[in-house]
Every structure is written in structure tokens, then in C-alpha cells.
């Protein structure tokens, strides 16, 4: 069995360290991973930022612009020109589902799935107040003023998001649709700061239940993602021990990511993935 890390970010992501991918490599290396799979934030479609709400520096942040495509591409030539013959490198994206942007995001699967080998489709945005889009993971203050509207009522708020990615799932997004969904329940990055539950209640459970079952039909898999441990009002991994139960009995593979921004992320939580798969 290979040992992967599937999920990882570069130099260039505006919210990462900005190390050097060439060291996170290196690391993985030393590490004994076998492949190595590069998932920088795709740019946002254009119009985007019409719908947003909330710090204006959740969006400049979020992802790769469209000028630095092709600065991306030439990085990630060479790392496997470099690498290659030490550790099985796959570049890709990580794409953002945003609901009415279908069109947007197949016709960038479109422009880059030929260039790519392994893709994930995650949501960083979810509808909130006054009707826009809200960052799910920026901040405490931009998550209770996007969100304030659910914060009593938690169960509604998980529902609220796990609609979305009903809505992910199902999405037409073309032939290169990302194979792989990025860290399903986001939603509970900040769970012991707004003391959200750990466990989802029954509605969502069997709402989770139907959203994994379309899962398994489409013969995708999901981001078993350890960043979530090292989250300050976290601290679990994602998806958490709820939907990874429901995932394996449906033998829905999870692919380990440690969706690393830095060096010294890479591979981190690997041992948890292990204990999960043995």
C-alpha cells in the first residue's frame, strides 16, 4: 500500500507559510511517503466577490489569483522534474464549490483538467447573513457575524451546511470533476469556541447518510484531513469519528491529506489515518 499524502498546499498560497514546496518534498520524503499530491487553492471565479461578505481579507487570501496560474504550473513542473524519481508527485487543484458558480468552476476544471492528476473539491463559503457568501474558516468574528443566525441553534447550522454539500455532491461539474471531497464537516473548525456539538443528531446523521450513499454511487472518496487537530477550537480531524464510521461501512475510501501549509505540516496526523485503516 502506497502511503500518500493527498492533500497539500505551496509557496504560493497567500495564507501559507510561504516555505519553499521543494522542502515540504524533502520532508515527505524523509518521512517514507510514497506520493505526494500538490492541491493549491484554485482561483475564485471573477464575479465572486459580488456575493461575498464579511473581512474583505478572507477573500484576498483565499486562493491563488488567475494571473498565477501559470507561475503555478511552471513550480509544479519542476518539483516533478526535480522529485520524481524519488517520490510519485500529482498536481492539481483545490476547487471551491460555490453554489450558482457551476458554470464557472467546469469551465476551469475544463481549462486545467488535461494538466491535472488529482483533484478536491472543498467549501470554504457558505449563504449567510444578507443573503451573500460567508467564509466558513477565516476567523471567529467573521464566522459569528455570517452565522450568527444558527449559533443557538447548532444542529440547524450543521444542516445548513451539510445541505450544501448535498449540493456539492450532486453538482454538474463536468467531465473532470474533482474526484475527492476536501474536509466535509468545515463547518466545525471552530466548535469549542461557539461550545458547538461534537456529534450530529439524528436529522443530519441520516441527511449524511444519503450524501455518503451518492459518494459511494460516484465511486469518489473523501480527505481524511488531520489540519483539524491542530486547530486552537478544533482539535478533531475532518470528517470526525461520526462520518468516518458511516464512510468505511459503505467502504468509501479516505485518503489521507495533512493539508500542509508549511513544512513542518506535512504528514502531520499521518499515525491517526493508520489507526483508522488497520
Known sequence: MKIIDGHTHTELCPHGSGEKTAAMIERA?????????????????RRFVKDYRGDPAGLTTASLTWNQLDDYFRLTDKLKQQYGSQIEIS???EVDYLPGYESE???FLDQVGSKTEQNILSIHFMPGKDHGLWCVDYTTEDFAAGFSQWLAHPQELYRQYFQLVLQEVTADLGKFRPQRLGHFNLIQKYQDYFQL????DQTNLELLKKILVIIKQQQRELDFNTAGLYKPYCNEFYPGKQITGLAKKLEIPLVFGSDAHAINEVGRGWHLWSSFNN
Open 29 to 45: 520524503i524523509k518521512l517514507g511517503f510514497d506520493k505526494y499530491c500538490i492541491t493549491e487553492h484554485a482561483p475564485l471565479p
Open 91 to 93: 498536481v492539481g487543484f
Open 197 to 200: 456539538p461534537a456529534e450530529f
Open 105 to 107: 468552476i467546469r469551465d
